[in-house]
T-cell receptor
Framework: DAGVTQSPTHLIKTRGQHVTLRCSPISGHKSVSWYQQVLGQGPQFIFQYYEKEERGRGNFPDRFSARQFPNYSSELNVNALLLGDSALYLC???????????FGPGTRLTVL | AQSVAQPEDQVNVAEGNPLTVKCTYSVSGNPYLFWYVQYPNRGLQFLLKYITGDNLVKGSYGFEAEFNKSQTSFHLKKPSALVSDSALYFCAVRDDTGGFKTIFGAGTRLFVKA
């Protein structure tokens, strides 16, 4: 079975631009979470979605938004990019009834 | 508020020796505890978790972790380290009070020397 996939792998944007990151969960997984990992730090929780509804939100500004589609894939959107948004963005999916998260390889976002 | 502390930025151990990577946590309710490993340029991989039950949890690649409620700790251990265990290890916690927020520690880099 394919693991969690994310696209694109790398992305370079300039300040003020908008970005959309995409995630496809493992087949059968209905829960998707997004994390931001700044170099040298642990992942920071951004959002969790389950069955297309937001179930949790971390301490991120409203510039960050996400959604989950009927096929359980998900998008993370970031508006008005700042230099500090440069990070590895990780997506994770979970099987129903468990707390184990399966992570994708991440999208490396660089904001210039 | 939930929090996780990994007090060591780096742990060095010789191949064949036992290893311990430390983690302490703070949650409001009962903890759900996890260990993940990250290899260079790759996403995180699940190693093991504690939800309830036996305090000693066994996981992937020969790793185990011991839940200690009184010390609020969940240290990762392995009896005999391999060079291939060298990676970045993250402890994570969620509580059972209904929130879905998982908090990760800052990570501990493990170096296993041949």
């Amino acid at each position: 079975d394919a693991g969690v996939t994310q696209s694109p792998t790398h992305l370079i944007k300039t300040r003020g631009q908008h970005v959309t990151l995409r995630c496809s969960p493992i087949s059968g997984h209905k829960s998707v979470s997004w994390y931001q990992q700044v170099l040298g730090q642990g992942p920071q929780f951004i959002f969790q979605y389950y069955e297309k509804e937001e179930r949790g939100r971390g301490n991120f500004p409203d510039r960050f938004s996400a959604r989950q589609f009927p096929n359980y894939s998900s998008e993370l959107n970031v508006n008005a990019l700042l230099l500090g948004d440069s990070a590895l963005y990780l997506c994770a999916s979970s099987p129903q009834g468990t707390d184990t998260q399966y992570f994708g390889p991440g999208t490396r976002l660089t904001v210039l | 508020a939930q929090s996780v502390a990994q007090p060591e930025d780096q742990v060095n151990v010789a191949e064949g020796n036992p290893l311990t990577v430390k983690c302490t946590y703070s949650v409001s309710g009962n903890p759900y505890l996890f260990w993940y490993v990250q290899y260079p340029n790759r996403g995180l991989q699940f190693l093991l978790k504690y939800i309830t039950g036996d305090n000693l949890v066994k996981g992937s690649y020969g790793f185990e972790a011991e839940f200690n409620k009184s010390q609020t700790s969940f240290h990762l251990k392995k009896p005999s380290a391999l060079v291939s265990d060298s990676a970045l290890y993250f402890c994570a916690v969620r509580d059972d009070t209904g929130g879905f927020k998982t908090i990760f520690g800052a990570g501990t880099r493990l170096f296993v020397k041949a």
